[in-house]
């Protein structure tokens, strides 16, 4: 007999004590009483006791027996008879297959990769399953799961199966099998195909399958087929990242890539090619050589620390390349690593990165101009050596000076107007001109600054000034919670709530009467809601507007503020970094991550398409007056090209690498996977045999719940009519 529920069973076996209790708690202690003796009445009180005593217990055991059949009721029995169920019966069911098609199924053992086992098993499973049966092949790639039209479909579905990056985790795909077996009448399977590594398990549903499984009225039955090793040798290339300096005429390149080891044999030889898109040719390749000794030097800053589990030890190092005098242009490579070992698709890495001319930030500001664009100027150099990039060349004007400079987006990136005078309408004019075609401009008013303004300044900036605002005691500088957040390179301006930027005070800015129907973007916020810092799309470029200075002196008496000279004023660096590439537009990396989307600045976009590592073009629909594209990610790994034009060339390109999660061997805990399937009964298989038997243990059986119930009924009236004589018996 098995129990489907044995957790009550055992509950009523505890429960048992309950009426134990009761009558140890109420045996009946005879009175003593002073009588002359009479033998007869001695004899007849001992057989009333024996017979109380022996009802006593026969009410005992019946009321035991009440419990203990309750919660084997609740555990719902089925006995084993040996005879399986009609195929055209009730026991037809509806199955789903879903595959694990991530890179790691693509691991090598005994000359079979882990999917290509996992295909044999799932082929061999579907010839067993009856014609009746309802199929659907599902895999980590798709978010729709769907009925195959018959078995032959499926086969085919299975025979096409390759292994990728990894869209979708294996909860949200367990999650979206479930949705499509609810409905389904009678019996319901599924079955899991994978290595049951924990990065296959992780993702942005990691909890939604769990609530699915558990919320069905009928859950299926699941099969677990465990394709996974009991120890594996790996080493990994992920996380390649670019770091560029350059100037007008070469540039630097330093190229990282993370070393990740599983098992033992560390060691191996790093190659990296690289070579221009547009000139042809290769530089001279570079090799780096690695062994189990750098993965444990004690002393190496880079390694992080290893991790053990059942499978062996996962160790990390960082390992970069650095290539010098490179003419301005688009450079695409690899790094690759010898000798190969059981998984290949991490054994190497594309990259692309692009060597640009540098390009102006123009600083202006009132005398002493060099001090007063000292620390706005500071800073933004600073961020920029902080990540190893030094695109642009930062000029200080004076304002009659950049009253006479032409604007050019194409060779000046920004302009920053710090404290300005009053700007007549010729220059705004100029100025929106050049934001409109992509340029930046930044304004940081301070007390040379006028409330009499041509309407052209209310066109560029989005309000009308009104008068200056005096907080003698300050006012702190307080993010907006519903702005976007400056796309700051350090990451950490984004991250509001953990730093002090109320200890940022001001003490002066300027209030303005903004345009509704052209609102700005408000970015920060002084305590009283009046806007300090604003964002204003324009045309092809942006405007960063400041009601307060950037440009205080730790001389000045009386400061607006305290952004650039107080006690915080490290957060002015990451604000800085922010405005900057705000106004800027750096371009976002050109290494991604699968699935991750592609947005890049073009020449043109006449013709635009991109062209995937195996050479067949993707043509994208751009406007012709737009210089900007968004592809929306593919999985295929490998370097890309963009090309466009009227006669076709290449524009830009990009690579696209494994995120270090996708390659990450380290199998599951089984605590996660018991957490996963919480409530449902879940079986391991490893071939169709064993499929099939336990199908048929779980098919053979006979439930006993009626035969139960109407025993348990039986037993509650006995143990009724039995108490109810017993203490009417006893009763005064």
């Not at 089925?78 to 199924?105: C, H, N, W, Y």
């Amino acid at each position: 007999m098995a129990l489907t529920t044995s957790a009550f069973f055992w509950a009523s076996c505890a429960a048992v004590l309950i009426p134990l209790l009761i009558h140890l708690l109420r045996r009946h202690k005879p009175k003593q009483i002073l009588f002359p003796p009479l033998e007869l009445v001695r004899q007849r009180q001992n057989t009333s006791q024996r017979r109380f005593r022996f009802r006593q217990a026969a009410l005992l055991f019946l009321r035991a027996a009440v419990l203990l059949l309750f919660g084997l009721l609740l555990a719902r029995p089925a006995a084993q008879t040996g005879i399986r169920k009609s195929e055209s019966g009730p026991s037809a069911r509806a199955a789903v297959l879903l595959f694990d098609t991530s890179l790691r199924m693509g691991y090598e053992q005994n000359g079979r990769t882990r999917l290509e086992e996992a295909k044999t098993l799932g082929l061999a499973l579907l010839d067993a399953m009856p014609s009746e049966t309802r199929v659907a092949v599902c895999d980590t790639q798709n978010s729709g799961a769907a009925f195959q039209i018959d078995h032959l479909a499926a086969r085919e579905r299975i025979e096409q199966l390759e292994p990728r990056p990894q869209r979708y985790s294996l909860t949200e795909s367990a999650a979206e099998a479930a949705r499509l077996l609810a409905p389904e009448q009678g019996e319901t399977e599924l079955i899991i195909l994978s290595d049951f590594t924990a990065a296959g398990w992780r993702g942005s549903g990691a909890d939604s399958a769990a609530g699915i499984l558990g919320r069905c009225e009928h859950p299926p039955r699941v099969f677990l087929a465990d394709f996974a090793p009991k120890s594996f040798q790996n080493i990994s290339l992920t996380d390649v990242g670019v770091s560029v300096s350059g100037t007008d005429e070469e540039g630097e390149a330093e190229i990282g890539v993370t070393v990740s080891a599983a098992g033992k044999g560390s060691a191996g030889i790093l190659k990296l090619v690289c070579g221009p898109i547009l000139a042809g040719g290769e530089t001279k390749p570079l090799t780096e050589t690695f062994s189990e000794a750098d993965f444990t030097a004690p002393n190496d800053e880079k390694r992080e620390p290893d991790q053990t589990s059942a499978a062996g030890t996962f160790r990390k190092l960082r390992k970069t390349f650095r290539l010098r005098h490179l003419p301005v242009g688009l450079y695409q490579g690899t790094i690759t690593k010898t000798p190969p070992d059981p998984l290949t698709a991490d054994d190497m890495v594309s990259f692309t990165f692009e060597v640009r001319p540098a390009k102006k930030l123009l600083f202006a500001a009132p005398d002493p101009k060099e001090k007063r664009a000292l620390f706005l100027r500071t800073a933004v150099s600073l961020s920029e050596q902080v990540q190893g990039r030094s695109p642009f060349e930062i000029e200080t004007l004076s304002y009659e000076q950049l009253f006479e400079t032409r604007l050019d987006p194409a060779r000046t990136a920004a302009v920053f107007l710090l404290d300005p005078p009053p700007l007549s309408a010729p220059f705004l004019t100029k100025l929106e001109t050049f934001v409109r075609a992509g340029g930046g401009a930044g304004l940081f008013l301070g007390q040379n600054f006028s409330a009499n303004q041509p309407a052209e300044f209310a066109a560029l900036f989005g309000g009308t000034p009104l008068r200056q605002v005096n907080r003698p005691e300050g006012t702190p500088l307080i993010p907006d919670p519903g702005a976007s957040a400056l796309p700051g390179r350090f990451g950490a301006a984004a991250d509001t709530a953990s730093l002090p930027w109320s200890q940022t005070l001001i003490y002066r800015y300027w209030r303005f009467e903004w345009n509704e129907e052209s609102p700005s973007e408000v970015l920060f916020r002084c305590a009283d809601g009046a806007p300090a810092l604003l964002l204003r799309p324009l045309g092809r470029g942006s405007v960063i507007f400041s009601t307060t200075p950037f440009s205080d002196l730790a001389s000045d008496p009386k400061p607006w503020n305290r952004i650039t000279i107080g006690d915080h004023s490290w957060l002015f660096l990451l604000l800085a970094d922010g405005i900057t590439a705000a106004l800027t537009g750096r371009e976002e990396t050109l290494n991604k991550a699968p699935f991750e989307p592609v947005d890049a600045a073009v020449e043109t976009a006449a013709n635009l398409a991109v062209v995937p590592p195996d050479g067949k073009a993707i043509a994208l629909s751009v406007p012709e007056s737009e210089t900007r594209f968004t592809f929306n990610g593919t999985g295929e790994l490998g370097s890309y090209r963009v090309t466009g034009g009227q006669t076709p060339k290449i524009l830009t390109g990009f690579s696209v690498n494994p995120r270090a999660e996708e390659v990450a061997l380290e199998p599951v805990a089984d605590e996660e996977l018991q957490k996963l399937f919480c409530g449902t009964a879940v079986s391991r298989i490893n071939s169709a045999e064993k499929l099939e038997a336990v199908r048929s243990r779980l098919d053979s059986r006979a439930d006993l719940y009626s035969l139960l119930a109407l025993l348990l009924g039986l037993l509650l009236a006995a143990e009724l009519l039995s108490a109810n004589r017993i203490y009417r018996d006893v009763s005064p």
